[in-house]
């Protein structure tokens, strides 16, 4: 990787942080303001009062909303995860990355590939300069130097366990970068390695003094526990394979959560509702226990591209990129009555109201709803805002339930406790769930798959799963096979075993010739 320098830009970094500092916390203003102009600014003068910290913290933050950052034509780049499953298919086809996505014939160029691993390791290094800079600051809380210094590890290692789950060995930098730098163009680190910080971030972070959660959207304990319980459920999985250790630390800390939730049910939840999933007024509440934070003074919403393609859903009346749109055959896999299926109730919608609050029409075909804002967009009657201010999931309680059922199964089989955890999932989808008695362990392994296809479906979730699990989900026969050879639905096309990883950019690899061999299967 061509490591850069932090803080070349820093006027910029101040600018972006103090406007995206509201979504996440004040920035207190009066200290601020009496330092030096931002543009005299040095890394060295930048981080001397708690203000400073509090601003590097929320550039930190904003620098997570890359996945929703533009991959050209009728694109954004968290559609790598998703193109990549065969769950969803493009109904315009216009951009040619995209469509090498969906086609399984990616490479070191495509656009999205490159943008999320310079969006990674972007938001990576900005946390190494929290990390390094925060606690020389005097005078300075030792409180919130420490919950600064545990939400800036948690984002780093989050960032990490997104890159060695994508590309497998990577670089490890844990500090700031300059052109001096004795590791500027650094080698890639064993898996192992990077695992191993993971679970140090996390684990200070976890000791750092959050609160469980944090309604401003800032990371809560709950959210730092359900991490560690996916990073324990996938590396006792592939490629690490640590089997039986580490599905019962991944149960046992998931449980932590369910237990907390037990005894706060107010505080931490599932949703009454599936449309609750997606309504402004529940950010950062109950079942999102970790959310990346939009609002359209700062970056609106960036899944629109969920929108069909050129029918009147919104108040801008036919348009819509339909680049990602569910297959068929993913839609038609739940189970019939699945309340999940239901038109405008559940996750997907197949009619809506002209222009967003007209006459109602339908679409003839279903759409993805869990990412769509009616008080944006309106609903019958109503007219939309025009304002997206919804945020992107991306740790809810539902996964934390399902994690703990697949995780204590594998330690234990099913026993009552996991069994419940599974069926207060299927109970909200108002399905009847077979008795405990009725499985064994490996029917019960397949069905909490599933329902973890269904539940978390359009998340960026379900190829994560599918590389861990060496699985994928046949549609069309409901039952999980091999993920080598498994047909794509979107594009016909059969997985392969370089799928496993994805490539390393072509120009990263121009730029740092350490980073040699390329990944097994892609050219260089």
């Not at 545990?150 to 990577?170: C, M, Q």
């Not at 490629?239 to 998931?254: E, F, I, N, Q």
């Not at 799928?499 to 390393?504: A, C, F, I, S, Y």
Request: aromatic letters at 12%.
């Amino acid at each position: 990787m061509k490591a850069k320098n932090n803080m070349i830009n820093i006027s910029k970094s101040i600018k972006i942080a103090m406007l995206s500092a509201f979504l996440i916390g004040q920035i207190g203003c009066s200290d601020f303001l009496k330092e030096k102009a931002p543009s005299n600014l040095t890394p060295e003068s930048f981080y001397t009062i708690p203000d400073h910290a509090e601003a590097a913290i929320a550039s930190v933050y904003a620098d997570i909303r890359f996945m929703g950052g533009g991959a050209g034509i009728f694109s954004s780049n968290w559609q790598l995860l998703e193109a990549l499953t065969g769950t969803s298919t493009t109904e315009t086809a216009q951009n040619s990355d995209l469509n090498n996505i969906y086609g399984l014939v990616h490479d070191g160029n495509t656009a999205h590939v490159v943008n999320y691993w310079n969006g990674l390791y972007k938001v990576i290094a900005q946390a190494n300069q929290v990390i390094l800079k925060v606690p020389p600051i005097t005078p300075m809380p030792e409180a919130q130097k420490k919950k600064i210094i545990g939400e800036a590890k948690f984002l780093r290692a989050s960032a990490y366990f997104s890159a060695v789950r994508l590309w497998g060995d990577i670089p490890l930098v844990t500090s700031p970068q300059t052109a001096s730098s004795a590791d500027f163009l650094p080698k890639r680190a064993p898996k192992e390695d990077i695992y191993k910080l993971i679970i140090e971030d996390l684990t200070e972070a976890e000791n750092a003094g959050l609160v469980w959660m944090d309604g401003s959207g800032r990371v809560g304990l709950a959210a730092v526990k359900a991490q560690l319980a996916a990073v324990y459920l996938t590396m006792a999985g592939f490629p690490l394979s640590k089997g039986a250790t580490h599905y019962k630390l991944a149960a046992d800390k998931a449980l932590e959560v369910i237990t907390y939730a037990n005894s706060n049910p107010s505080v931490i939840n599932l949703f009454p509702t599936y449309s609750d999933v997606h309504k402004e007024n529940q950010k950062n509440k109950l079942e999102h226990l970790f959310m990346i934070q939009y609002n359209t003074l700062v970056a609106g919403n960036p899944m629109g591209n969920m929108y069909p393609n050129f029918k009147p859903v919104n108040y801008n009346g036919p348009g819509g990129t339909g680049s990602t749109v569910p297959t068929p055959s993913f839609y038609k896999s739940y189970e019939a009555g699945d309340l999940r299926t239901k038109d405008q109730e559940g996750y997907f919608y197949t009619s809506y109201f002209t222009n967003g609050n007209g006459a109602k029409f339908d679409l003839g075909a279903p759409y993805i709803f869990k990412h769509f804002n009616q008080t944006a967009n309106g609903t019958f009657g109503v007219a939309g805002t025009r304002n997206d201010n919804l945020n992107v999931p991306q740790i809810r309680y539902a996964d934390v339930l399902l994690m703990y059922a697949e995780a204590q199964n594998e330690a234990s089989g099913p026993i009552q406790q996991n069994y419940d955890a599974f069926k207060r999932i299927r109970d909200r989808a108002k399905l009847v769930t077979p008795d405990l008695g009725t499985y064994n362990q490996s029917s019960f392994r397949e069905a909490v798959w599933k329902e973890r296809w269904h539940e978390l479906c359009f998340e960026q979730i379900t190829w994560f799963d599918m590389i861990r699990l060496r699985k994928a989900f046949n549609e069309n026969t409901k039952k999980f096979e091999n993920f080598v050879g498994h047909i794509n639905e979107s594009s016909k096309q059969p997985l392969l075993e370089k799928h496993l990883l994805l490539p390393l950019g072509k120009q990263e690899m121009l730029n740092n010739p350490n980073l040699t061999p390329q990944n097994p299967g892609y050219i260089n």
